[in-house]
């Protein structure tokens, strides 16, 4: 029987894995996969690992030092991960789609509890106070949706805006063929959206893409969604954008400095990112951490897949989920 390790392990990744998982031994770390740790993964085969988990050259050296041959990611994005630095030393997979459905549900979530000022309703009748003052929000019907990137999960957050009635514009710089939404230049979507939704990978073109310049460009009283990658905004510059009230709120499940804290309970620790304090205190602003993939059905599908990947792997077959250098993208 291989030996996996499981790096950055939380109870909620366990659920599908042990029971779906019937011919691996799996060795649970909570430890981050960084450097220093890579050094657990000694007599393990190969090793699984997420979002946050620092898959850098150091780390790549000391799983292939440990004897690993092959690194499956639980997740779709590998921003994290130096592919280049990978070659000949480690295979890597990954799960490209485990549910669009669960990500771009939870960037409605954000919109509808922001939008409708849910988030305050609830703490008031919990406190007896059924006053609706300063509760107002506005009809996303015949409202404008830009969604950047319209792959899996922009095209169902997509049929959602469509659902709501909502009028969509649509940016990538890999289109899809017969759409049946506008694709528009980013300037234009930045100007005409009421709501701007991110979808597109993080790479070296599409880090910081909001920015001072760029948040400057938006509607005035826009609401800003990130589901994707902290790091395709800058924080400072949409903090700005919302102390002037030029940017009406912000949904955000994803932080640029986020693998200091998320996943984590750190209430009884000062928290050091200013920034992130300023963002949490403000009521126009809804942060979650990193939950939009956190669904029953995606659990299921990216043990299942994950789980599968390493078969291939072991079994010496094709591997179509393999993150090949260089990466499509990159
Ligand atoms: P996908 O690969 O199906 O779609 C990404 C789309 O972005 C593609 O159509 C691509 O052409 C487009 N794109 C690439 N460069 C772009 C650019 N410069 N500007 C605009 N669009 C660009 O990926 P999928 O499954 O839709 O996921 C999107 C992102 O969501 C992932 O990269 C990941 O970062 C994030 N994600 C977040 C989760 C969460 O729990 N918060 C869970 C799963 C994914």
Same mark, same amino acid.
């Given at each position: 029987?291989?030996?996996?390790?499981?790096?950055?392990?939380?109870?909620?990744?366990?659920?599908?894995?042990?029971?779906?998982?019937?011919?691996?031994?799996?060795?649970?770390?909570?430890?981050?996969?960084?450097?220093?740790?890579? #050094?657990?993964?000694?007599?393990?085969? *190969? #090793?699984?690992?997420? %979002?946050?988990?620092?898959?850098?050259?150091?780390?790549?050296?000391? &799983?292939?030092?440990?004897?690993?041959?092959?690194?499956?990611?639980?997740?779709?994005?590998?921003?994290? #991960?130096?592919? +280049?630095?990978?070659? *000949? +030393?480690?295979?890597?997979?990954?799960?490209?789609?485990?549910?669009?459905?669960?990500?771009?549900?939870?960037?409605?979530?954000?919109?509808?509890?922001?939008?409708?000022?849910?988030?305050?309703?609830?703490?008031?009748?919990?406190?007896?106070?059924?006053?609706?003052?300063?509760?107002?929000?506005?009809?996303?019907?015949?409202?404008? &949706?830009?969604?950047?990137?319209?792959?899996?999960?922009?095209?169902?957050?997509?049929? @959602?805006?469509?659902?709501?009635?909502?009028?969509?514009?649509?940016?990538?710089?890999?289109? @899809?063929?017969?759409?049946?939404?506008?694709? %528009?230049?980013?300037?234009?979507?930045?100007?005409?959206?009421?709501?701007?939704?991110?979808?597109?990978?993080? $790479? =070296?073109?599409?880090?910081?893409?909001?920015?001072?310049?760029?948040?400057?460009?938006?509607?005035?009283?826009?609401?800003?969604?990130?589901? /994707? =990658?902290?790091?395709?905004?800058?924080?400072? !510059?949409?903090?700005?954008? &919302?102390?002037?009230?030029?940017?009406?709120?912000? *949904?955000?499940?994803?932080?640029?400095?986020? !693998?200091?804290?998320?996943?984590e309970d750190v209430s009884d620790t000062p928290v050091q990112d200013e920034v992130l304090s300023l963002l949490v205190s403000r009521p126009?602003?809804?942060?979650? /951490?990193?939950?939009?993939?956190?669904?029953?059905?995606?659990?299921?599908?990216?043990?299942? #897949?994950?789980? +599968?990947?390493?078969?291939?792997?072991?079994?010496?077959?094709? &591997?179509?989920?393999?993150?090949?250098?260089? $990466?499509?993208?990159?």
């Open positions: 029987m291989k030996t996996i390790g499981f790096f950055d392990t939380k109870p909620y990744d366990k659920i599908w894995f042990e029971q779906l998982n019937d011919r691996y031994n799996i060795r649970y770390f909570e430890h981050r996969l960084t450097p220093e740790t890579a #050094v657990l993964a000694k007599g393990c085969e *190969g #090793v699984v690992a997420f %979002v946050n988990d620092q898959i850098d050259k150091d780390t790549i050296e000391g &799983l292939y030092q440990a004897g690993v041959s092959v690194l499956a990611m639980r997740c779709a994005g590998y921003n994290n #991960v130096d592919v +280049k630095a990978a070659q *000949g +030393k480690l295979t890597l997979l990954r799960v490209p789609a485990y549910s669009p459905y669960a990500v771009a549900e939870h960037a409605f979530a954000l919109l509808l509890t922001l939008n409708r000022k849910v988030h305050k309703a609830y703490i008031r009748t919990r406190d007896f106070n059924f006053s609706l003052n300063g509760l107002i929000g506005m009809d996303l019907h015949q409202k404008t &949706l830009g969604v950047i990137g319209t792959g899996k999960i922009g095209q169902v957050m997509i049929d @959602i805006g469509k659902g709501f009635g909502m009028k969509i514009l649509a940016y990538d710089p890999y289109p @899809i063929q017969n759409p049946d939404f506008s694709y %528009v230049p980013l300037s234009l979507l930045l100007e005409e959206s009421d709501v701007i939704s991110l979808h597109c990978p993080l $790479t =070296r073109e599409t880090y910081q893409l909001l920015n001072h310049e760029t948040l400057a460009q938006t509607k005035k009283g826009a609401i800003i969604l990130n589901t /994707s =990658r902290g790091k395709l905004i800058d924080s400072e !510059a949409l903090l700005e954008a &919302l102390n002037s009230g030029h940017i009406k709120g912000a *949904g955000l499940d994803v932080y640029e400095e986020e !693998a200091e804290v998320f996943f126009n602003v809804i942060i979650t /951490s990193h939950q939009a993939f956190l669904t029953d059905e995606a659990l299921f599908h990216i043990a299942e #897949v994950t789980l +599968k990947n390493l078969d291939d792997f072991f079994a010496g077959k094709d &591997l179509e989920n393999e993150i090949r250098y260089p $990466t499509k993208k990159s």
